[in-house]
């Protein structure tokens, strides 16, 4: 009697162990066939897209602490340079993927669910330029792209390769950095302007986008958003820093802004010739540029419009210099970040990511709609 009891407690066992395997693949199946148009969303990039990649490595440059996060729920400072969600997790939701939020790669125990929906690779302080990331010890583009690779082969295991691959075709592909190539390095190190005019640093940035694009669609990527910078002259650091009387002139450097604009019409024009060449070749692949800079400099120059009152300084501390561990527990802050474009000296504030996000709605319906 005794062996037969034990026989049929392993055989139910077995059923058990067999009946959960069945259950996990069909939901982890249903994830890959839940959005036949947008199947997952994974992000590349700086600070502007980052929700918390810098948490897990070593460096200064992070966000994880009060009073980043301020308006999450519990006000938890989660990674992200702002004091709520970032665009990405706007379209994140948007686009039907059953994620409200888009989580950072680095996150220790993601589900295979969170990995097959989308992650964001991001690094806040990264950029094009390879001596850019160097400089706060942060993860280079290239490094990104290792980690989706890496995604990419967990994801096979599950599900296997070929439907890995056919999941990876339908899914979009964000990428948004070039700001702090300018503002923390060529603006700042004499290191690239011994080497490069303006003009020949933004080709050598065009030319590392290019073939961050270029292996991209080596890897199965079909649907791939690239987003401009934004009118740096308006950051208020760079205000602070550039201005000839930063407590009584705070407006817009003009040069700076400039260079946003010749750079972003640079990038259009590679991003229009490189669509050309994928639609000679047949690639069946699309390429989006998203344009930040209009949608910001609609903020500065029009905040009633959209409900700001201040356009010029941060949220966290005086608003002039601060951000990362320089906006700290014992900053002082506004009373209402609604009324900020910026949170810290740097970046926007959740209120103006949205407003981005609203901006890019007609190009993120066309992804899904293509």
């Known amino acids: 009697m005794g062996t037969s009891y034990t026989h049929n407690l392993m055989l139910s066992l077995s059923q058990i162990f067999i009946l959960s395997m069945l259950c996990f693949k069909l939901k982890v199946e249903g994830f890959s066939l839940n959005n036949t148009k947008v199947s997952c969303f994974y992000v590349f990039g700086d600070s502007t897209v980052d929700p918390g990649n810098n948490d897990y490595i070593m460096?200064?440059?992070?966000?994880?602490?009060?009073?980043?996060?301020?308006?999450?729920?519990?006000?938890?400072?989660?990674?992200?340079?702002?004091?709520?969600?970032?665009?990405?997790?706007?379209?994140?939701?948007?686009?039907?993927?059953?994620?409200?939020?888009?989580?950072?790669?680095?996150?220790?125990?993601l589900s295979i669910e969170e990995l097959m929906t989308g992650v964001s690779f991001a690094s806040a302080g990264s950029g094009f330029d390879p001596l850019t990331p160097t400089m706060?010890?942060?993860?280079?583009?290239?490094k990104?792209?290792?980690?989706?690779?890496?995604?990419?082969?967990?994801?096979?295991?599950?599900?296997?390769?070929?439907?890995t691959e056919n999941h990876i075709k339908k899914g979009v592909f964000f990428i948004s950095a070039g700001t702090n190539d300018f503002v923390?390095?060529?603006?700042?190190?004499?290191?690239?302007?011994?080497?490069?005019?303006?003009?020949?640093?933004?080709?050598f940035l065009i030319q590392h986008v290019k073939q961050f694009?270029?292996?991209?669609?080596?890897?199965?990527?079909?649907?791939?958003?690239?987003?401009?910078?934004?009118?740096?002259?308006c950051l208020p650091v760079m205000i602070t820093i550039n201005s000839p009387s930063a407590f009584l002139k705070r407006d817009c450097i003009a040069k700076y802004?400039?260079?946003?604009?010749?750079?972003?019409?640079?990038?259009?024009?590679?991003?229009h010739a490189m669509q050309l060449q994928l639609n000679i070749n047949n690639k069946g692949a699309k390429l989006y540029y998203v344009d930040i800079y209009g949608p910001i400099a609609d903020m500065i120059q029009a905040p009633q419009k959209f409900g700001f009152d201040e356009v010029s300084s941060g949220c966290?501390?005086?608003g002039f210099i601060?951000?990362?561990?320089?906006?700290?527990?014992?900053?002082?802050?506004?009373?209402?970040?609604?009324?900020?474009?910026f949170w810290d000296s740097i970046h926007p504030t959740e209120k103006a990511y949205h407003h981005l996000f609203l901006a890019s709605l007609p190009i993120i319906d066309s992804i899904i709609n293509n």
Do not use: W
């Open 144 to 163: 990104q792209l290792e980690y989706f690779k890496e995604c990419k082969k967990r994801v096979e295991v599950v599900i296997g390769k070929e439907r």
């Open 213 to 233: 694009i270029q292996n991209l669609l080596a890897e199965g990527a079909r649907k791939i958003v690239i987003a401009g910078v934004p009118p740096m002259g």
């Open 136 to 142: 706060t010890n942060v993860i280079p583009i290239e």
């Open 59 to 109: 460096t200064s440059f992070r966000s994880n602490f009060p009073p980043y996060g301020r308006d999450f729920p519990n006000q938890v400072p989660t990674g992200r340079f702002t004091n709520g969600m970032l665009s990405t997790d706007y379209i994140a939701s948007y686009i039907g993927l059953k994620k409200e939020l888009l989580p950072p790669y680095l996150e220790p125990n």
């Open 184 to 203: 923390l390095n060529y603006f700042t190190l004499p290191i690239q302007r011994n080497r490069y005019t303006l003009l020949a640093y933004q080709h």
């Open 316 to 318: 966290c501390g005086s």
């Open 257 to 271: 802004s400039s260079t946003a604009r010749d750079y972003n019409i640079l990038l259009q024009h590679e991003l």
């Open 322 to 341: 601060e951000a990362s561990f320089m906006c700290n527990k014992n900053s002082d802050l506004c009373t209402d970040p609604s009324k900020y474009v």
